[in-house]
């Protein structure tokens, strides 16, 4: 699944592109250009991909799950009198309704629209609903292992909204409402923040293995309930933790660490040599019901030859060489997105990590990336996978 970035980047100004994570305002219609050639490219290498704001109409279009959406939205952004306005459709047709729901709403245009002004909270120009430029990187919002799937929680409220729109088109399209969300479901309330988890920290190893990284974003103490819970369902047999530095330069673990094919890691070894903090989580019990967390004693890199079952090679950012490595870290090389063993779809920017992933039989395909790169995420960031090609054996799973 993925997002084409559409109207709410032209919200980003320089003013506040940082409140909005962003480190630069990027170009929208180029930007477009490069993700339809992205998307293009999946499509080319035999991926079927769904586009989030179709899939969003598609569920928005039942009264009652819009009214629910609805009423979540506006009472996360502290709006909760304007909902029925919305999802009545009294001002706004279905198609606008989406759109607003990504680009945001000011006090302005909901003037303009219903006449009505709200109680002063600023200028017009002040944002009833936010807009989301960051819903192009579909990563994050949520994750799916094997047939369940994982809601997300975010770190940054300006987020928030991503995950409640994903949740609507995981829980009631036709395509997912059969599958179970394991973790973050409108049942369960107590899975609220602070409990915050993103999809960028979730590697799956294989159909019995995740890895989440304790980062900026993620807390331990959502993996722990993240990983009693998937013990429960059966989804998984191990799940292990490992610490990241909280820097907003490694804001997920896949922005230091990606898998493009069993047995071969891209990693930004500068942070990755250095994680020492793993624990590993187990069922305890033959019903499930109780979860063991245990220190690793083994290294990362001892834990991955025994989760693929084979000898590792571990490609560094950049092939180590400074400082092309920090700078291309910086820039999501190490974000790189397998769309087969061994093929992955990189920046081509980041031209010494394309030759280090070649050196060891990665075919790279390279898109481009002069404003995609602007909301510092990459390939694998703007991709949300929902059904992975498994390769036989034990330990068969994609990255």
């Known amino acids: 699944m993925v997002h084409r970035p559409g109207p709410e980047i032209e919200r980003l100004t320089h003013e506040n592109m940082k409140d909005f994570l962003f ?102 120009e002040h944002y009833i609903l936010s807009p989301v430029p960051n819903a192009y990187f579909t990563r994050d919002p949520a994750v799916v292992v094997g047939t369940a799937a994982i809601s997300s929680k975010m770190h940054f409220r300006r987020r928030v909204r991503e995950t409640l729109m994903m949740r609507a088109v995981l829980e009631h399209h036709p395509l997912f409402r059969h599958n179970d969300i394991t973790y973050g479901g409108t049942d369960e309330p107590t899975e609220d923040r602070p409990y915050t988890i993103e999809g960028g920290d979730v590697i799956i190893l294989s159909r019995e293995t995740v890895l989440v990284g304790g980062s900026e974003r993620t807390r331990s103490e959502t993996i722990k309930r993240l990983a009693e819970k998937a013990f429960r369902f059966g989804h998984i047999q191990r799940l292990y933790e490992i610490s990241i530095p909280t820097d907003r330069a490694y804001m997920h673990l896949d922005t230091i660490f990606t898998i493009v094919d069993r047995g071969k890691v891209l990693w930004y070894s500068s942070v990755m040599e250095q994680v020492r903090n793993i624990h590993r989580y187990e069922p305890d019990g033959g019903d499930g019901s109780q979860t063991r967390r245990v220190p690793e004693e083994r290294s990362l890199r001892e834990i991955l030859q025994s989760e693929f079952g084979c000898d590792v090679t571990f490609i560094d950012t950049a092939g180590g060489k400074r400082p092309f490595a920090s700078r291309e870290q910086r820039m999501d090389g190490s974000n790189a997105l397998a769309i087969a063993p061994s093929v992955a779809i990189t920046y081509e920017r980041n031209e010494h990590t394309i030759r280090a992933l070649e050196a060891h039989g990665v075919t790279c395909v390279r898109i481009s990336d002069s404003e995609l790169v602007r909301g510092l995420g990459g390939p694998r960031c703007m991709t949300m996978p929902l059904r992975r090609c498994a390769t036989k054996g034990r330990n068969s799973g994609q990255g």
């Open 23 to 124: 480190e630069d305002v990027p170009y929208l219609r180029r930007m477009q250009d490069e993700h339809d050639a992205f998307t293009s490219q999946l499509r080319a290498h035999g991926a079927e991909v769904y586009e989030l704001t179709t899939l969003l109409a598609d569920v928005l279009a039942d009264v009652s799950v819009r009214s629910e959406l609805l009423r979540q939205v506006c009472a996360t952004a502290g709006v909760p009198a304007i909902a029925e306005d919305l999802s009545g459709l009294k001002y706004w047709a279905l198609s606008d309704l989406v759109t607003l729901l990504f680009a945001g709403l000011t006090a302005s245009e909901y003037k303009k629209a219903s006449g009505q002004r709200l109680s002063p909270r600023g200028s017009d």
